[in-house]
C-alpha cells in the first residue's frame, strides 16, 4: 500500500503499526484488497499516503456487502424458525363426519 508512493522513506513504523492495526480487524480479502496498489486504498488516495481514516473507510465500504449477506442470512434462518414453530404448534384439522379425504377422492373419481 506504501510502496506506490514517493515519500514512501517518510513513512515511519509507528505509521505502519497504525496501519496494521487497523487492516488486522477485518477479513483477509478486504485487507489485501485494500493494499492493492491499483484498485486498494491508494486509489483513492493520490496526493499522499493513506492514513488509517481512508483506511477504515475503504474497508468499510468493501466489507458492507459482507456484512448486508450475513444479516440476510440470519433473517431467512429467523423466518424459517419461526414458520417451523407455526407449524409445530398449529391444530391438526379434525375429519368432520362424511368428510372424505383427497386421497380417497381421486380414488372415487379414478
Known sequence: MVRGYPHQGKAGPDYIANLAEVLV???RKVAVACAHPIDGVAKECRDYMPNS???????ERAVRPM???????ARIEAQLQAREKWISNSRPVKPQPNQITYKEFLELAA
Open 53 to 59: 481514516g481512508n483506511v477504515i473507510d475503504w474497508c
Open 25 to 27: 480487524r477485518y477479513p
Open 67 to 73: 456484512r448486508e449477506a450475513l444479516a440476510r442470512e
